[in-house]
T-cell receptor, first 116, second 113 residues
Framework: EAGVAQSPRYKIIEKRQSVAFWCNPI?????LYWYQQILGQGPKLLIQ????????DSQLPKDRFSAERLKGVDSTLKIQPAKLEDSAVYLC??????????????FGEGSWLTVV | RKEVEQDPGPFNVPEGATVAFNCTYS??????FFWYRQDCRKEPKLLMS???SGNEDGRFTAQLNRASQYISLLIRDSKLSDSATYLC??????????????FGKGTRLSVIA
């Protein structure tokens, strides 16, 4: 079974530039998550989708971050303009349904962002 | 107080040693608990769920103490391949009905030959 696919794997941009990350979840998974993991810290949830609807975006810095999952499958996460503190790994994850129902969450390999 | 707290380590132990990691969580209404493993420059992967009755998977034992809001992971007979960061993960109960996964910062383990 194919896992969660993410691209690009690595990106270096200058501050104030924009960047977009793409995620293709495991087939059939209704729930999709974007996490931010800064070096030395645990992943922090940015946004959670259930199909194409947003369930939780309370920790998404909406002045610069946006995410969409228009058809309920693939998702993109955009940062514009980027700041130095946005340097992190952006992990996409998916699960069949909400994890509170006992579903396991599967992570992609992540997109590594360095803002210089 | 952080929602999920772990000792960041690193724990440097010889092969064959027994090592224990601890984790505390602040929300008494937390529902579910897990340990994830994250290798260097890789994504987190589920190691095991943690149940009130405790659970064991080979050399790994996880325990939950709801009264003390404390979770532990014990690794017996450590192998070089156990070297990784171990993330404590809690599902919080949300008033809105959403139940996000909350990760600790992780505890780094290095098993030395």
């Amino acid at each position: 079974e194919a896992g969660v696919a993410q691209s690009p794997r690595y990106k270096i941009i200058e501050k104030r530039q924009s960047v977009a990350f793409w995620c293709n979840p495991i087939s059939g998974h209704a729930t999709l998550y974007w996490y931010q993991q800064i070096l030395g810290q645990g992943p922090k949830l940015l946004i959670q989708f259930q199909n194409n609807g947003v369930v939780d975006d309370s920790q998404l810095p909406k002045d610069r971050f946006s995410a969409e999952r228009l058809k309920g499958v693939d998702s993109t996460l955009k940062i514009q303009p980027a700041k130095l503190e946005d340097s992190a790994v952006y992990l996409c994850a998916s699960s069949l349904a909400d994890v509170s129902s006992g579903n396991t969450i599967y992570f992609g390999e992540g997109s590594w962002l360095t803002v210089v | 107080r952080k929602e999920v707290e772990q000792d960041p380590g690193p724990f440097n132990v010889p092969e064959g040693a027994t090592v224990a990691f601890n984790c505390t969580y602040s929300n008494s209404a937390s529902q579910s608990f897990f340990w994830y493993r994250q290798d260097c420059r890789k994504e987190p992967k589920l190691l095991m769920s943690v149940y009130s009755s405790g659970n064991e998977d080979g050399r790994f034992t996880a325990q939950l103490n709801r009264a003390s809001q404390y979770i532990s992971l014990l690794i017996r007979d450590s192998k070089l391949s156990d070297s990784a960061t171990y993330l404590c993960v809690v599902i919080l109960a949300h008033i809105s009905g959403n139940t996000p996964l909350v990760f600790g910062k992780g505890t780094r383990l290095s098993v030395i030959a």
